[in-house]
């Protein structure tokens, strides 16, 4: 049924959740699991010290994804790991699983945007709504 799964994470213990959901899904259908991290530099903070914000963001996002690596390694499955950079976090994340024709897209839930995406979160609320596919929205127990 998932024969590609894709986890988006944002460094959250909330997408450790959705990294061993997905970890378990992956095992349970032997299906190949990929780690996906998004960030984007919106254009009214782009100045002079864009190259060091996105930099810092990189590195940043680099221990993320590594982080999630490691999550889904204790949970007996080895995933590949793919920051995008192209875009808002949503369009990156519905995008790339897209290209990979995944199966289903899961995601942490936050829910720290106020107002209507305050109750799963502005990022996985979006994905649900715009993926091609699945997606799975773990919440914090």
Do not use: W
Request: glycine content about 8%.
């Amino acid at each position: 049924m998932f024969e590609k799964i894709l986890v988006a994470v944002d460094g959250s213990t909330n997408s450790d959740r959705a990294v061993g959901a997905a970890a378990e899904m992956a095992r349970v259908h032997d299906s190949p699991l990929t780690v996906c991290h998004a960030f984007h530099i919106p254009e009214q903070y782009k100045t002079d010290l864009v190259d060091e914000l996105e930099e810092a963001l990189e590195g940043d996002a680099e221990k993320i994804l590594s982080h999630a690596v490691r999550v889904a390694e204790v949970a007996g499955i080895t995933a590949e790991a793919r920051l995008l950079k192209k875009g808002h976090p949503t369009e990156a994340i519905v995008s790339y699983a897209q290209e990979l024709g995944v199966d289903v897209i899961v995601l942490g839930v936050r829910g720290k945007t106020p107002g209507a995406g305050r109750a799963i979160g502005s990022v996985s609320s979006a994905v649900a709504e715009q993926a091609g596919c699945s997606v799975l929205l773990v919440r914090a127990s």
